[in-house]
């Protein structure tokens, strides 16, 4: 299986402004999820969106996928600094396997 | 949630040494998953442990490489055999969560050095 792209590969933002990362995929999918790595510790998982689903919110967090473009933005609105780490799209594409996108690092200035 | 961890957190290894990494969970899990992160990289899954059989490997993944063990349900080692700089990483294992659409949780990470 391949992974998928994110872009962008790093993003630095101030303190109170929106991120937003992008991710591509390859082949058809059952869900895709988001995760969260802190400083290269274990991957934190944020939200899920089925296939069947266009867009999902958590907290300040809002999620889209496009299945006609394979394609998925994650939006985090009125970002802190605790929001620094890199995120990882992973794609549920069958035989309980996650693919993992190559992650955005965010960098929230102060 | 599944609250999981790992043995060692770290370790700084000579080439040509062997090292076995636990990782521990806290319920009963059908499926345990290993990764491999390199420096700078995103993750990629090294094999699928089920207890009671034997692992599933990845693609470039080789059983004498990496075995792995999964002697019951909430636990899971696994091994990085005959030790190369090339295999300085972090090794994270991680749970499917319910079971159903593979939402996964995953334990801290072990950061393997070799020199």
Not at chain 1, 63 to 76: E, F, G, P, Q
Not at chain 2, 78 to 100: A, K, Q, W
Request: with cysteine; net charge neutral.
């Amino acid at each position: 299986s391949q992974q998928g792209e994110e872009d962008p590969q790093a993003l630095s933002i101030q303190e109170g402004e929106n991120a937003t990362m992008n991710c591509s995929y390859k082949t058809s999918i059952n869900n895709l999820q988001w995760y969260r790595q802190n400083s290269g510790r274990g991957l934190v998982h944020l939200i899920l969106i089925r296939s069947n689903e266009r867009e999902k919110h958590s907290g300040r967090l809002r999620v889209t996928l496009d299945t006609s473009k394979k394609s998925s933005s994650l939006l985090i609105t009125a970002s802190r600094a605790a929001d620094t780490a890199s995120y990882f799209c992973a794609t549920d594409e069958g035989a309980q396997k996650l693919v993992f996108g190559q992650g955005t690092r965010l960098t929230i200035n102060p | 949630s599944a609250v999981i961890s790992q043995k060692p957190s770290r370790d700084i290894c000579q080439r040509g040494t062997s090292l076995t990494i636990q990782c521990q969970v806290d319920s009963q899990v059908t499926m345990m998953f290993w990764y491999r992160q390199q420096p700078g990289q995103s993750l990629t899954l090294i094999a699928t442990a089920n207890q009671g059989s034997e692992a599933t490997y990845e693609s470039g993944f080789v059983i004498d490489k990496f075995p792995i063990s999964r002697p019951n349900l909430t636990f899971s080692t696994l091994t990085v055999s005959n030790m190369s700089p090339e295999d300085s990483s972090i090794y994270l294992c991680s749970v499917d969560r319910t079971g159903v659409e593979n939402e996964q949780f995953f334990g801290p990470g072990t950061r393997l050095t070799v020199l």
